[in-house]
């Protein structure tokens, strides 16, 4: 199948300041994460039809576009059905379909399907073709993913890259950042970083931090310049985790060994 990536100019924190928005096939497409409407995708658009529009999560940086290209291609627009009412808040658009895990959209390709990847956001999806999977805010090819927001779930997030990972797609395609060629060996790296950094914030705790700001003093050995409020949400996940598997007590503002 064919898999266009076209990097958007957007309001994001990930690198590049861009979101990369996706088209998937090319006489019947399916276009993924219109984070906004550029000069660049419109000219990708032009050059196929786009038949279905759909995103791999609802953060502001992958949405913006959606109405645009929507209406502009007339196009089916598709949501998780357990998050509709959210997808259509953030979006300002009522889906058309709803999809779940495992649905699958056609294009004149072949078939996408849908795959359930929460962590970095509740209602996360990739979408999975024979070129590999759109993953959204799964992966990055260098750094790692911030799972930090006030929805972020670090358990689920670490199951889910195990989840793709086992499914060995032949690339991946992230929200943020270049093409993943390395697919396995991104994921695996992802999936040793959370659980390294997992293991160097309980020693934090062991050693008698108990505040976010001590742990994260502790459990980081580099500067975190301009990024410290991303490093907090992620330790404050990690902790959360740590407590939901009863290696410590978390009480949102406190930490101590179980």
Known sequence: MDVTRVPVETTTRGPGGRTNAYLL????????????????????VSDCAVTHVAVTHHHPDHVGAVAT??????????????????????????????FRHGTTIDTDQGAVRV????????????FECDAGAVVGDLAV?????????PDADMRAYL????????????????????TIEDARGTLERLVV??????????AAVESGAETIDEI???????????????????????LQKLAVEGDLVWDGDRAALA
């Not at 199951?159 to 060995?168: E, G, P």
């Open 193 to 202: 970083h959370r659980i390294e950094r997992e293991a160097r914030i309980l």
């Open 141 to 149: 090819a260098a750094g790692s993913v911030v799972v930090g927001g």
């Open 216 to 238: 994260l003093d502790a459990a980081y050995d580099k500067d975190l310049g301009g990024v410290r409020d991303l490093a907090r949400a992620t330790v404050r996940c990690h």
């Open 25 to 44: 096939g090319s006489d019947s497409a399916l276009l993924v994460d219109p984070a906004d409407s550029t000069d660049p995708l419109d000219d990708a």
């Open 159 to 178: 199951t889910s890259l195990r989840r793709v990972h086992a499914q060995n797609p032949e690339a991946l395609y992230p929200g943020h950042g270049p």
């Open 115 to 126: 795959r359930g990847t929460p962590g970095h956001a509740p209602e996360h999806v990739t």
């Open 69 to 98: 290209y929507a209406d502009r291609c007339d196009a089916t627009v598709w949501a998780h059905a357990a998050h509709a009412d959210r997808f259509e808040s953030t979006t300002g658009v009522s889906p058309d379909r709803t």
